[in-house]
Each structure stands twice: as C-alpha cells, then as structure tokens.
C-alpha cells in the first residue's frame, strides 16, 4: 500500500534575501536569520544569489534543526557575481536586472504552488525593492535603511573623490527617495514596512507618504553570557574600531583625537576590517606619530572577531553615514561601553547607561569628544564599570529573537482572512506628503565648494 506525503497545512512564505549566509558578514545575517526564523513556523523558500549554493545552506540549516521540507533555497545567479568592476559601478543596473529574474522564477513556482506572503529582507537599502508586491499576496518590506546623508560639514575631512561621491550620493538619495516611482510603489503597496532607524523612518514617511513601523534590520544571537568585568588601569587603554576600511567611516577622526590625549595615557587601538582607505589611513597614523600604537588586524572568521570586542576596554564608532552597525551590538553583547557619534541609526542605539556620544556638529567637535570621551572612561573605572553592566542589559533589546518575535507579528496580521485584496495594505500606513524635490544646485554646498578648490 502506498502511502501519500500529507501536504502541510502551514502558512507559505516567500522569502527574498539576495544575500543570505549564517557567517560572512551582517548583510548575509540578516537574511539568514531571518529565513530560519520564518521556516520555525511557515514553510519557507528562500531566493538568493547563489554566492553560496543551496545545497551548503540547506546544510547549514538542518545543523541547526530544521528540516528541508521547512526551508528551501532557490539560487538566482547574476552577472553582478562575474563582472569583473567593482560592485558601486553597476549595483543598480544588475541589482535591478536580478530582482526581475528573481521574481520571473518565483511567479513560476506561484503558479504552480501558491505562496502565502512574500518577504524582501536583502539588502537592507531602500533604493531598489523590485516589484514583488505585483504578485498579488501580502508584501513585507525590510527593515529597510540606507537614507541617511554624510553631513556636509564633514566633507572636507576625506579624501576629495570621496567627498565628491558623497555630495552626490546625498542629492540622489533626495531624489530617489521623493521621485522614484519604485520605491514609492512598493512601498504603498506593502502591508508592512519596517524601518531599520528614527531616521529612515521619517524619511521614508516624507518620501513615500507611507508610515514605516520601526525596527533595527541586525541583532546579536546568542545573547552570550558576559561576566562582570573591571577595567585593568596597570596597562595601556584598549580600543577596537571595526568596519569597512572606506571614508564615509572616518577614522581619522579617532586618529586625530588619539594625539591630543594627555602623554601619560597610554593606548593601544585595533583596526579591524579591510577596504580601499587603509593605505591612506595608515599614512595618517603614521603623519600623526601613533603608528606604533595602531594594529591593522583585517577582517578575521566572525568567531575570532567576537573576542577582539572582548578584549577592548571601549569600542570607538566613527561612521558618518550609516543605517546602523553590527559592531555596536557586538560591542553591547560584550559589555564593552561604545564611545560613537551620535546620529542616525547609531543614535537609536546608544543611551547614557552603554555609551559616551560624540557630537557630529563639527569636524572639531568630533575630535574634541573622542579625546574627552577615552580620557573620562580610561580614568574612572567606576564609570566603566557601570557602562559595561549597562550595555550587557542593552543588549537584550537587540536579540534575534526579539527582532523576530516583532516581523512573525507582521505575518500574522498580514496573513489574517480579508474581505477584499485592497487589504492587504492598510490605509493606515498612507500619508499624503508635500514633496519639495531638492534642486541640484543644493548638492553643491558651501563645505563641498571648498573642498574642490
């Protein structure tokens, strides 16, 4: 006698995470967790771009308990894999021509098998969301970021085709975000969008009229226990900064503030990443006479980088533009106090009980709260003490689990019996929004001017 499968009677859930992998970097996080989150309770398929085959993270899955029949990964090839010029010269062009194909192959398996909801977690930026809503099922976008600006008062302290890229990339991010119907389509016809900071959010509200439910797009899984720790004052104050070594990340800023601490107070500062900026940074340390004092440790495996935030007595963040930052968490996770600007997605991040913000209200500035920050923490252990507990208790805002409890609520609602198709997209999230677009004459502020002369 044969005996037929029973077909599952769970939810099917659609999930599009370009980049998907447990270990490489918090883009492939993201997508990764969030698909074996998904696959807990729905049957999840996953379309990614084949960086790494679907046989490596099917197994990769079941090693963390769930079955094939739960989750299953469609790779989508693209020629942005073989096209032998870096990634910023044809992101848009082959981002957008692999969402096509993506959503090509998933409409044919739609068909076929219906899906229940589609997902668009990966990337996180907002610029291209394809047009997955156009397949007719409730849509969730996010959390999406990528809208915040470099503050044009900082441009003349990089590298001048930096500055330049920068100036444009603010004036395309208003444009993009007040006149491309794309984004303004897919974002009205979600049933859900999350914003990854305070800031997209706001922006996504005044360029899409649509409002975005809040949440940070990464997180830290396991919440790793975290003894007390002390600050050891008999050697040199540790400091870690982490991330890609590019301009918008501006360690020089630290690297100027390291020179005006007190010459009593000794320190050791770790670079951790890799990126085309490290010759000319490592020329600044070594114009600025702390060469000696910087280690240039690249990117090592996620399991060995962990422990270089256990090592720091502070993490420095620096980063003038950015949605978020994984190294924040890591930081938190580790009990180690953050000494970071304080903007964007890193100001929703930081409190006074974890952290010492930095202002960002000018280059002068800046370098003034870095050096106050590290001389304040390396001298007062009890201050440290207290951050390092505060940014343990933090860090339980920020767990996987957390994140996923708040997007499986998103599902549930959006997958709720309606009465028409209309919705699956609440009028609720709409707004109508007066929309100035920003001339092309404001890209050229007068920091920016200066700096090309």
Request: hydrophobic share 40%; net charge positive.
């Amino acid at each position: 006698m044969i005996i037929s499968a029973i077909p599952s009677t769970r939810p099917r859930v659609l999930i599009v995470a370009f980049a998907c992998h447990p270990d490489m970097n918090m883009e492939t996080r993201i997508g990764w967790n969030r698909a074996v989150a998904s696959a807990r309770d729905y049957d999840t398929t996953v379309v990614h771009s084949g960086e790494f085959s679907s046989d490596e993270l099917s197994r990769k899955a079941a090693s963390v308990g769930i079955p094939a029949s739960n989750l299953k990964f469609i790779a989508v090839k693209s020629w942005m894999s073989w096209v032998p010029i870096p990634m910023d010269a044809v992101y848009w062009m082959g981002y957008r021509a692999w969402h096509t194909k993506a959503l090509g192959i998933a409409s044919a398996i739609h068909d076929e098998s219906r899906f229940d909801l589609v997902h668009l977690v990966s990337y996180c930026g907002y610029r291209e969301p394809g047009q997955w809503w156009k397949l007719g099922i409730p849509f969730i976008w996010g959390p999406v970021g990528g809208t915040q600006n470099f503050p044009t008062n900082f441009l003349r302290e990089i590298a001048i085709g930096s500055s330049v890229r920068e100036g444009l990339r603010n004036y395309m991010n208003n444009w993009q975000l007040y006149r491309s119907r794309r984004i303004r389509s897919a974002a009205q016809n979600a049933h859900t969008v999350f914003a990854a900071s305070s800031e997209a959010r706001r922006d996504m509200l005044r360029g899409t009229g649509v409002h975005c439910t809040q949440l940070l797009e990464t997180a830290v899984s396991p919440l790793r226990p975290s003894p007390s720790r002390e600050l050891d004052t008999t050697r040199p104050f540790r400091i870690l900064w982490s991330g890609r070594l590019r301009e918008w990340k501006a360690l020089p800023l630290l690297l100027e503030a390291l020179t005006r601490l007190p010459s009593d107070l000794k320190f050791e500062l770790r670079v951790m990443g890799v990126g085309a900026s490290e010759n000319r940074w490592r020329k600044i340390a070594e114009r600025l006479k702390i060469a000696e004092q910087v280690q240039w440790i690249g990117w090592p495996s996620y399991s060995e980088g962990l422990k270089q935030y256990r090592w720091a007595d502070a993490f420095a963040f620096t980063s003038l533009r950015d949605t978020s930052g994984t190294g924040l968490l890591e930081s938190l996770a580790a009990g180690t106090p953050i000494i970071g600007v304080d903007h964007q997605g890193a100001h929703d991040i930081m409190t006074p009980h974890c952290s010492i913000p930095v202002s960002v209200d000018s280059p002068r500035l800046a370098v003034e709260g870095f050096k106050n920050a590290i001389f304040r923490l390396s001298r007062d252990p009890a201050l440290w003490r207290r951050l390092s507990e505060g940014a343990v208790i933090r860090t339980r805002q920020f767990s996987w689990e957390r994140l996923s409890d708040e997007i499986d609520a998103a599902y549930q609602q959006a997958l709720k019996p309606q009465s028409s198709s209309d919705e699956f997209w609440p009028e609720k999230q709409r707004e109508t929004v007066s929309i100035t677009q920003p001339s092309l004459a404001s890209l050229f502020t007068p920091a920016l001017r200066q700096s090309l002369k």
